[in-house]
């Protein structure tokens, strides 16, 4: 299929758009600077504090919520004065890769399912800002708009259609150099 583009260099984990959406999705908006601080070094939760200036508490959640995506992993030590455990936690390269991939497919397809609704549906709205309403509500309400009653036009959704396409697109080429 077609030559291969000359290789871009690969973005890094870090960098993708997606795995930084993906962090934050699991872990909330703190998710991926947590996940950042760990990509190649071995933390314990105060030294992730310290480093993300994020307030332990909400640490721990964040790596708990990681670690149960199987995002992140530990290693568990003894501290010799204190006796209690002491954990490392880092992130695990490969199941992020993995779990990174699984949610590019994922949302390749409900983009490909979005571009589809969008070309097989027809909105209408009306000059004011409110909510677009599809072709049944628009006949139902006679072609006035069910909150302000003004007339109702047939939207422009050409360009979702094409912003759609592109990110079908760019994720799809991404998919398939990986
Ligand atoms: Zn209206």
Not at 10 to 32: Q, S, W
Not at 99 to 123: A, G, I, S
Request: net charge positive; proline share 4%.
């Amino acid at each position: 299929m077609g030559k291969k583009p000359k290789a871009e260099p690969k973005p890094k984990l870090k960098e993708d758009p997606v795995f930084r959406e993906m962090l934050t999705r699991i872990a909330g908006e703190h998710g991926y600077e947590v996940a950042s601080a760990l990509v190649d070094n071995e933390l314990t939760d105060d030294e992730v504090t310290k480093r993300t200036g994020i307030r332990i508490n909400l640490v721990r959640r964040i790596l708990y919520d990681l670690y149960d995506s199987r995002v992140v992993g530990y290693r568990r030590a003894r501290d010799e004065k204190s006796g209690w455990y002491i954990y490392y936690w880092r992130i695990e390269p490969e199941r992020a890769k993995e779990f990174l991939l699984n949610n590019k497919r994922v949302l390749l397809q409900k983009l490909q399912q979005r571009l589809e609704e969008e070309r097989n549906t027809m909105h209408f709205n009306c000059e004011n800002s409110c909510p677009k309403v599809t072709f049944d509500v628009a006949v139902e309400n006679d072609f006035k708009c069910p909150k302000c009653g003004d007339r109702l036009e047939r939207y422009d959704n050409s360009s979702i259609i094409a912003a759609l396409e592109h990110q079908v697109e760019s994720l799809r080429q991404h998919l398939a150099g990986s």
